[in-house]
């Protein structure tokens, strides 16, 4: 049995069916590679977001740190205020004793009326 001689057609398919072949091979290729960028994508995103949560973490304690650094700053300096007009009351009181009991009686007298109810 001879053969038939292969046609330019039957050429013609051949080659088409290896083109298509070949897309098919790229286009799994393609698909490949996109999931695999999908993951890198989603790894990178990943760690971004680690990263810029710690540096969010880090900033917040440094503010709350110089907070806490103002706030006791800050309280020294009331400290020292009070102590201060506390030793001038003293010192007010040592001069003049009576002039002293004398207001304070008077300050107590017309709270007293300001708070009573009748």
């Known amino acids: 049995m001879a053969t038939a001689p ?13 083109e298509l ?3 098919k091979q790229d286009m799994h290729q393609l698909k490949a590679d996109l999931a695999d960028l999908l993951v890198a994508m989603k790894t990178r995103g990943q760690t971004k977001a680690e990263t810029l949560g710690q540096d969010a973490i880090n900033t917040l304690h440094d503010a709350i740190n ?4 103002r706030v ?4 020294e300096g009331v400290s ?5 007009t506390v030793d001038q009351a003293e010192q007010v009181i040592e ?3 009576v ?8 300050i107590g007298f017309v709270l007293a009326k300001l708070f009573s109810k009748h």
């Open 6 to 18: 292969k046609t330019t057609e039957d050429t013609s398919n051949t080659t088409g069916n290896d």
């Open 21 to 23: 072949a070949a897309i």
């Open 66 to 69: 110089a907070l806490n650094q």
């Open 72 to 75: 006791d700053a800050a309280k």
């Open 80 to 84: 020292e205020k009070t102590r201060a």
């Open 95 to 97: 001069r003049h004793p």
């Open 99 to 106: 002039a002293s009991l004398l207001t304070a009686f008077g």
